[in-house]
């Protein structure tokens, strides 16, 4: 496999980087995964506007011509690759470079950013979307900059040990007694009917999946509150559905030790499991 590091594509064997850089020193930089299916990038706009958002509020040096290349050298891996037919995911990282000797605070604004993009035949967990999964309620021990996609992702990854120590698939965070979302994906909660999740806010990442969700409800008339929900409020809800571009569609049926509903996936999830099949096939 073939990937792309500093204008240059090269295998993924060959590609190195410097022990200076504060993507590997700090967690200093941002990331977006995205989903490519029949050679076409879903939603490639969405992605790059929060893209932006994050370069902009990091004050990372990402010049103007290279974040117009970005969608080129996407579609680039892609073709290179042979991941034309096949349902794709695209990994796209950017730090604020290599600087010496080790500093806090940024270094000069011309260190040149890293910028590497990667391509991955990938597989849904179609059987589990099915099923249905169990998720556990964990507390939410991030920090209250969730609204940025940050390479800075080890409060994620100790609590996506704690759900494989568990054996279940899926997180619920909780905030001073609030859901906010799943360690790679969003929370919605169908509870009398109205769709709830947590709103816009630093303590949860605004995802894409979430934003077509958003979106079709409107579209299809389903009630929709953006308002916070407390966690012994889960327990009402007849539909937990955890949301995400590598996550798709996950109805959740068993939380902590409790079932979910009727325990099998609910008729709101089945419709966006649909509308989310139609947009991205
Ligand atoms: C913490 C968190 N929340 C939500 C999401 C879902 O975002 P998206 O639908 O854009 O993949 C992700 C995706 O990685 C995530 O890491």
Not at 233 to 239: G, I, L, N, S
Not at 245 to 260: G, H
């Amino acid at each position: 496999m073939n990937i792309y590091l500093n204008g240059i594509f090269k295998p993924r064997k060959e590609a190195t980087i410097s022990v200076d850089d504060r993507g590997f020193l700090f967690g200093d930089g941002i990331y977006e995964v995205l989903r490519c299916v029949n050679g076409r990038l879903f939603r490639l706009d969405s992605h790059l506007r929060r893209l932006d958002r994050g370069i902009r509020a990091l004050s990372i040096g990402l010049s103007e011509a290279q974040r117009a290349d970005l969608p080129e050298i996407m579609q680039k891996l892609i073709e290179m690759n042979h991941l034309q037919d096949q349902d794709t995911t695209i990994y796209m990282q950017i730090t604020r470079g290599a600087s010496s000797p080790r500093s806090h605070a940024y270094p000069a604004e011309e260190t040149p950013p890293t910028i590497m993009i990667s391509a991955t035949p990938f597989q849904p967990n179609t059987m589990l979307h099915q099923t249905g999964a169990h998720a556990i309620t964990v507390p939410d021990v991030r920090w209250s900059r969730c609204d940025l996609k940050t390479v800075n992702l080890l409060p994620n990854v100790m609590i996506a040990q704690q759900a494989k120590e568990r054996n279940v698939f899926g997180t619920i965070m909780i905030r001073d007694g609030i859901v906010t979302e799943g360690y790679n994906n969003n929370v919605f909660m169908v509870i009398d009917g109205t769709m709830y999740t947590h709103p816009d806010s630093p303590y949860i990442l605004s995802g894409i999946t979430r934003e077509v969700i958003l979106e079709f409800a409107e579209k299809a008339g389903i009630p929709v509150a953006l308002v916070p929900v407390r966690e012994s409020e889960v327990f009402y809800a007849r539909e937990v559905i955890l949301t995400g571009t590598t996550t798709d569609i996950q109805p959740v049926i068993r939380i902590n030790d409790r079932t979910v509903g009727d325990g099998e996936p609910g008729p709101v999830t089945r419709l966006l499991q649909e509308e989310l099949v139609k947009q991205m096939f």
